[in-house]
């Protein structure tokens, strides 16, 4: 019987500390602008009917309640994004440098001693995190009320390294807990690629006038005509470092052969999220979603459908603007997307998952199905993204009127079985990418993470 860990205060206190992180580094400009990539246009998709906004109480399979009344009680303004960081010192650069040199080989794992070792039968959840500390503070307090989360491994992947926000993650006490951090960041290099160096020919100058002035890439303008900016381009370099770092250098996962789930920092989780992964992947394994290779948790929707179809999978081709939230996949499909890497980092587009349609349409030798939940558990709640201005952005409404939807329907989670729909449809016609991965020092970099090399400057 599965089991609901028991919450302690120390989880709100967590929280707590970590919007109190964010609330220090909007006053003294440490964090940078949000860089975290939405596709296409869904302006309506985060919307989530409740009733009034709610704090849950859920109750899960067999009447197990987990999470307290403390949880989704932050107090803190609505989000804005983030001012510019400021430039850090050589000395600053060289010591983050080390220590997240020292994180990433050292591998340590927090609360080993509480929940044991991994192994076969862990979830592995793997985050990636950029400065929206309040957003990531939701997804946290939402990851702790989840049914089985103590039986879990939560791999941070960061492109910042902030101390005070590493001391929050680290205290997290409802399951084990490991960081990783992208080593080429616009962090580490404010003045100099990846970042953006002095002499880079600006996005909009024209390729006629780049070879004038000869900046640096003008021999290199993407599809569109247009130069590289690194807060766009990181975002796709984080993406595949991360899955690279994941699947083949994390020791303790170098056996792991379940699937690991990718979610990122604005995202928000329902309460029986493992339960119905753990469901999708026991479909999958037993080859009984008819040649599904990968998976997904959630599905871009105007309203949640969790009464029609709570204990419903579709099984389709995948879509990037579609099937790419709490994607999760194994080591065998790794193995494909990998194989697949000059497709990946040479096509220009600088969104990850648009790179990924290209591969999956141009390169892998089986087509990319996915079994998706047809009711997602889990959100997007990232409202104030890089592609979203709007005025008013508070990622708490949404995570209200989600939790007010899970109490008011919290008997139809945890299904006891998913049905399995096919609905194959017409692959896309893939035009040109979205452009902004023009650059070759961007091409050669992303390879350079499949390679296994050092990428030399």
């Not at 989780?269 to 009984?288: G, K």
């Not at 692959?427 to 040109?432: A, D, I, P, S, V």
């Not at 979205?434 to 030399?456: A, M, V």
């Given at each position: ?172 006490d ?49 599809v569109?005509?247009h ?14 470092w ?19 789930a ?89 969104n ?20 998706y ?19 008013k952005?508070?990622p ?62």
């Amino acid at each position: 019987m599965v089991k609901i860990l028991c919450k302690s205060s120390k989880t709100f206190l967590i929280v707590l500390v970590i919007t109190l992180i964010w609330l220090h580094t909007y006053l003294s400009g440490i964090l940078g602008t949000e860089n975290s990539v939405d596709k296409s246009p869904r302006a309506d998709d985060d919307k989530i009917p409740g009733a009034a906004p709610a704090v849950v109480d859920e109750t899960g399979k067999n009447g197990n309640t987990g999470g307290g009344s403390e949880h989704g009680r932050l107090g803190t303004p609505a989000f804005i994004n983030l001012p510019e960081p400021r430039p850090l010192s050589a000395e600053e650069i060289e010591e983050i440098t080390k220590e997240m040199t020292f994180e990433n080989e050292m591998q340590r794992i927090y609360n080993v001693e509480k929940f044991g070792p991994v192994n076969e039968g862990t979830y592995v959840l793997v985050i990636q995190v950029h400065s929206r500390v309040e957003y990531l503070s939701l997804l946290i307090e939402s990851l702790s009320r989840v049914q089985n989360i103590e039986n879990s491994l939560l791999v941070f992947s960061h492109d910042l390294y902030v101390p005070q926000l590493n001391e929050a993650i680290r205290n997290i006490d409802f399951t084990r807990v490991m960081q990783i951090f992208y080593p080429y960041s616009i962090q580490l290099h404010p003045t100099s690629f990846p970042g953006q160096s002095p002499d880079d020919c600006p996005r909009d100058i024209s390729p006629e006038k780049a070879q004038q002035t000869k900046c640096r890439n003008a021999d290199h303008p993407d599809v569109y005509g247009h130069y590289r900016e690194a807060r766009y381009t990181q975002t796709k370099h984080h993406w595949w470092w991360k899955a690279n770092f994941v699947f083949g250098k994390i020791v303790t996962l170098r056996n792991y052969t379940g699937v690991v789930a990718f979610i990122e920092e604005d995202h928000y989780v329902a309460p029986d999220f493992l339960w119905v992964l753990d469901l999708m992947e026991t479909l999958m394994v037993q080859n009984l979603c008819h040649g599904c290779n990968l998976l997904a948790l959630g599905t871009y929707l105007k309203t949640w459908n969790i009464k029609v179809a709570n204990s419903r999978g579709v099984v389709t081709n995948w879509i990037s603007s579609k099937h790419n939230m709490g994607m999760a996949f194994n080591r065998t499909m790794w193995n494909e997307i990998s194989r697949c890497a000059p497709t990946f980092c040479e096509y220009d587009d600088y969104n990850w998952d648009w790179s990924l349609l290209q591969v999956a349409y141009t390169c892998l030798h089986q087509p990319m199905t996915v079994f998706y939940a047809k009711a997602p558990r889990i959100f997007h709640i990232g409202d104030c993204g890089m592609h979203y201005k709007q005025k008013k952005c508070n990622p708490h409404t949404a995570a209200k009127a989600i939790d007010a939807g899970v109490k008011t329907h919290h008997a139809l989670l945890f299904p006891d079985k998913l049905t399995v729909e096919v609905r194959h449809g017409k692959n896309m016609r893939l035009k040109k990418g979205n452009g902004g991965w023009g650059d070759i020092r961007d091409k050669q970099l992303c390879l350079s993470f499949s390679k296994d090399e050092k990428y030399q400057f």
